[in-house]
T-cell receptor, first 113, second 114 residues
Framework: GDSVTQTEGPVTLSEGTSLTVNCSYE??????LFWYVQYPGEGPQLLFK?????EKGSNRGFEATYNKEATSFHLQKASVQESDSAVYYC????????????FGQGTILKVYL | GPKVLQIPSHQIIDMGQMVTLNCDPV?????FYWYKQILGQQMEFLVN????????KSKLFKDQFSVERPDGSYFTLKIQPTALEDSAVYFC????????????FGSGTRLLVI
């Protein structure tokens, strides 16, 4: 079946440093790839999505490139802020899987001053 | 932006009782979903629903679970009877279209079965 694997957390960084959260996926279809962010006590919020291979998505300084050859969608940010502390989920959807989102296990990010 | 509203936000229930979780999806969305998240763990798909029917359900969607959306009102998840292992946060989501569309999640219902 379809699956997503992410960097194991927690990832702890000081403010101003760079972030990379690895994401790899498996599917026999042509997925749309997503990054979601979840703050405590809330549901996941869409950070951005990329429907096409070799394209880049970005939002709020975060970005990721849909690498079809490597089946990867790594999340990066050049300079993290304390307010970026949250759980980040990589996810995919494919048309044949009943339209559902398949999530990775999530990566906890903690940013300190 | 548009929101998914979940009611109640918290529910404590005795094992063996019935519970109904309510979801008010984004008004023009057509696809509806329930996910389960046990504390500190990942989001697990339970079921999705379109045009009045279940499209797909996971192995976590036990026989005790059911979903419906009567007459365009709340999209509900009913558990009858509840078990201790049903304790989790249940997230409702909706989307306008299927794969590739933006999925909007509610803030969850925290269910504790005692």
């Amino acid at each position: 079946g379809d699956s997503v694997t992410q960097t194991e957390g927690p990832v702890t960084l000081s403010e101003g440093t760079s972030l990379t959260v690895n994401c790899s996926y498996e599917t026999k279809q042509y997925p749309t790839l997503f990054w979601y962010v979840q703050y405590p006590g809330e549901g996941p919020q869409l950070l951005f999505k990329v429907p096409k291979a070799n394209e880049k998505g970005s939002n709020r300084g975060f970005e990721a490139t849909y690498n079809k050859e490597a089946t990867s969608f790594h999340l990066q940010k050049a300079s993290v802020q304390e307010s970026d502390s949250a759980v980040y989920y990589c996810a995919l959807s494919v048309a044949s899987s009943g339209q559902k989102l398949v999530f990775g296990q999530g990566t906890i990010l903690k940013v300190y001053l | 932006g548009p929101k998914v509203l979940q009611i109640p936000s918290h529910q404590i229930i005795d094992m063996g009782q019935m519970v109904t979780l309510n979801c008010d999806p984004v008004s023009n969305h057509l696809y509806f979903y329930w996910y389960k998240q046990i504390l500190g763990q990942q989001m697990e798909f339970l079921v999705n629903f379109y045009n009045g029917k279940v499209m797909e359900k996971s192995k976590l969607f036990k026989d005790q679970f059911s979903v419906e959306r009567p007459d365009g009102s709340y999209f509900t998840l009913k558990i009858q009877p509840t078990a201790l292992e049903d304790s989790a946060v249940y997230f409702c989501a909706s989307s306008l279209a299927g794969s590739g569309s933006d999925y909007t999640f509610g803030s969850g219902t925290r269910l504790l079965v005692i």
